[in-house]
């Protein structure tokens, strides 16, 4: 027996507000839509198996509930910042190799939008 897949469940009260936040800005597919669930990702990618617990965010931040892995996070930065979405940390260039920001989606979730240098 093996795990195959770990997923993030959100309980939210609108289910199209994650539409222009994971899927227009982020730029996720909806590979699953219930009507009462829509399942976001990278269409025909496949995910490894994380899942992280933490006392801190680093460098004495909040822990974010996820993290977003992204190609170019300046153009990601703009992104948010042109949609009126705040910042709440960062950019930083972080001493274990990442370059992130924080931003909180549509239901209040703290996301860690991160570049691996």
């Known amino acids: 027996m093996a795990v ?3 997923v993030a469940n959100f ?7 994650a539409v222009s936040f ?9 590979v699953m839509d219930h009507g009462w669930i829509r399942t976001f990702a990278v269409a025909g990618q496949t995910m490894t198996t994380q ?8 460098s004495g931040t909040p822990v974010p509930e ?3 892995e992204v190609d170019n996070l300046d ?9 009126g979405i705040r910042i709440e940390y960062g950019p930083a260039d972080e ?3 990442v370059r992130r920001f924080y931003v909180r989606d549509p239901f209040g979730k703290l996301v860690n939008i991160l570049e691996h240098k």
């Open 4 to 6: 195959k897949r770990i």
């Open 11 to 17: 309980a939210v009260d609108d289910i199209a507000k």
């Open 22 to 30: 994971y899927e227009d800005i982020l730029g996720l597919d909806t």
């Open 51 to 58: 899942v992280n617990f933490a006392t801190e965010g680093g």
């Open 66 to 68: 996820m993290s977003i």
């Open 75 to 83: 153009e990601m930065l703009g992104k948010m910042t042109d949609a």
């Open 95 to 97: 001493p274990w190799g």
